[in-house]
């Protein structure tokens, strides 16, 4: 696959968007072995850093992830004094025991072959450089280093609770990034993350019986096997008791893999699409479920292929392992004892972090929606489609989640850092169930043809970027020509609800009065329904002033678009040329896709004294 970077060229689509944009690059060749006996590794890495910003850099920063996983650590005392602390997690750290513990250490480091200071601070490692970073120029970065897999409790290490033994995540000394915010060296506290753009060549080497699943191309399929190869193709048996797998990835900013002596391998070739892997432990409860899983994972990334983007990659594996559903690039892991449709439901999340995270790498511990909420946008129209085609796709269940945190008075505005919220409900609410709601409502905005066709142009415009939300809004204003910094800054930067009111329906000489009451402080268009007594409809949409535009019509209803409303005023009248005596009733967005937080005001329906006058 040919590999890309933004800053050797923008393509045309994208030119205005790259517009002082850049991003750093590297490129990965770690080589380590694992000892199962005391689940310990020792490894090397050659780091080949390329600083593409404007900047002079005199440090760099590594995440060493699973120093986490110790009593003290910054997650174990976050979860130990939050509210509502992951389940998963809780004081378990605290208990762990030594040969329980995680661990991420470095031996040795040399840049350019020179041995550098260093030093370890929890989750971060700090390196103070023997020579600054110019623009434009590399660095070599050569590192021993050497962990201990803990015990799983928050995505990643050995022997879950489903008995697979290593889900290897977050594992390496991973340089920090550095984009034009600056540098991104967060402590581990058990949410997001972020990466660099690049390429991995890694050799994992182990006790032979193991079956290993990881993001890339296996280089060495046939000295390995394993179900590598198609049937029929001979294979170089390894010599001895160890197996060293290779494996390969452009285009990435993570590398994850997992290990198991019992894995079953299967394969599903898409045409014109990934060929499609999955791992699992097989047995009479589980064989039922993951044989029919290929066939709706073949579904999934066809209807994500046409609607969202093409898949960049040749292959996605699906793996058990983990502690309930983690995605990395061209891998998830998800755990396997589960009904089909659960099983179907976190493939279809996982799998479409494949776009939303890791083809579009927004920073997902400040913009956690960007990631969360996209992709739980995204797989409800997947769930939809595969379930319950007739089903409309523009109002998802999310909505709910989202008008119960608004209501809940537990809300955060979702531009916190994902790490800090205070409460563990604040964050998910916020970043998958608004977030979700932030996509879902540009379509009640827009139109929802827009808003489909501007997630096309979003993807192809960022992918392998890291587009923030003003990349993201921007996109979409182009597409639509209407002004929306302001909706970007009420979802993102308040916690301001939509409510509005149908106040006022009345006689007006031949026709009808209507005036429409904003009573929360969250401007929004608002598409008014009117079903006349005979069973005709139609919609009357009132934009807000500072859109500097309007939708078109969305369906074969009579449309038609009233004088915008400054958001200063609270209350909007107009009269309409319909005849009073006609009107069944008048509905506030009968699509139920603006996220109004109280419909009992939304609907007006005159009664027979009103209506019939005696």
Not at 22 to 39: A, P, S, W
Not at 169 to 190: L, M, N, T, V
Not at 533 to 554: C, F, H, Q, T, Y
Request: negative net charge; hydrophobic residues 35%.
């Amino acid at each position: 696959m040919k590999q890309f970077f933004i800053t050797a060229a923008c393509v045309a689509a994208a030119a205005l968007a790259c517009a002082q944009y850049t991003q750093q690059e590297v490129r990965y060749t770690m080589d380590i072995e694992l000892d199962d006996t005391n689940h310990r590794y020792r490894g090397t890495q050659r780091l080949v850093y390329r600083n593409n910003s404007s900047e002079t850099l005199d440090k760099v920063y590594y995440h060493l992830f699973f120093n986490a996983f110790q009593p003290g650590s910054m997650m174990d005392l976050r979860s130990q004094n939050i509210p509502d602390p992951d389940p998963r997690v809780g004081d378990r750290i605290s208990k762990l025991l030594p040969e329980e513990q995680g661990y991420l250490g470095v031996v040795s480091l040399k840049q350019n072959g020179r041995p550098v200071e260093y030093s370890e601070n929890g989750t971060i490692l700090e390196v103070t450089l023997n020579k600054p970073i110019k623009p434009g120029r590399r660095a070599k970065f050569d590192m021993e280093f050497e962990g201990q897999v803990p015990v799983t409790v928050r995505r990643a290490g050995r022997d879950n609770k489903e008995g697979i033994a290593y889900s290897m995540a977050q594992w390496y000394p991973k340089i920090c990034e550095f984009d034009r915010r600056g540098w991104h060296a967060y402590p581990y506290i058990g949410r997001e993350f972020h990466g660099v753009w690049g390429s991995f060549d890694v050799r994992i080497t182990l006790d032979s019986a193991y079956t290993v699943a990881a993001t890339g191309t296996l280089d060495n399929a046939r000295r390995v096997g394993k179900g590598y190869l198609p049937k029929g193709k001979k294979i170089k048996r390894p010599d001895g008791d160890k197996l060293t797998w290779r494996f390969k990835a452009d285009q990435v900013h993570d590398f994850a893999w997992a290990a198991d002596k019992e894995y079953t391998h299967v394969t599903r070739q898409m045409k014109d699409g990934p060929l499609l892997r999955f791992f699992f432990k097989d047995s009479p409860d589980l064989h039922r479920n993951w044989d029919q899983l290929p066939e709706y994972t073949e579904k999934i990334f066809r209807y994500a292929g046409e609607n969202f983007g093409e898949y960049a990659y040749p292959s996605y594996s699906v793996v058990q392992g983990g502690d309930g559903g983690m995605e990395y690039p061209m891998l998830t892991f998800i755990t396997g004892q589960r009904k089909f449709s659960s099983l179907v439901g976190v493939t279809v999340h996982e799998a479409l972090h494949s776009w939303y995270q890791l083809m579009l790498g927004s920073n997902e511990a400040l913009y956690p929606w960007m990631d969360e909420g996209f992709t739980t946008f995204a797989g409800s129209k997947v769930m939809s489609h595969l379930f319950n085609p007739d089903e409309d796709t523009r109002r998802g269940r999310y909505y709910d989640g989202y008008i119960s945190l608004a209501l809940s008075g537990a809300e955060e505005p979702m531009s916190k850092h994902a790490d800090h919220y205070n409460t563990n409900y604040a964050y998910g609410a916020a970043s998958y169930s608004k977030g979700a709601v932030f996509v879902a409502q540009l379509g009640y905005v827009l139109g929802d043809e827009v808003l489909m066709r501007g997630l096309k142009t979003y993807y192809d415009t960022w992918r392998f970027k890291h587009p923030d939300p003003v990349d993201f809004i921007r996109v979409m204003e182009r597409e639509s020509g209407t002004h929306l910094d302001w909706y970007l800054n009420y979802m993102m930067n308040t916690t301001e609800t939509i409510d509005y009111a149908v106040e006022e329906v009345a006689p007006a000489g031949g026709g009808t009065r209507i005036v429409l009451r904003r009573v929360g402080n969250f401007p929004m268009p608002v598409d008014l329904d009117l079903t006349m007594k005979d069973g005709s409809k139609m919609r009357v949409n009132i934009p807000l002033r500072i859109m500097r535009n309007a939708k078109e019509a969305e369906d074969e209803v009579p449309f038609m678009t009233a004088e915008a409303w400054p958001w200063t005023h609270p209350v909007y009248g107009f009269t309409l040329d319909v005849p009073f005596e006609d009107v069944a009733k008048v509905e506030i967005d009968e699509s139920l896709r603006l996220a109004d937080v109280d419909r009992s005001n939304n609907v007006y329906e005159p009664g027979p004294t009103e209506a019939e006058p005696r």
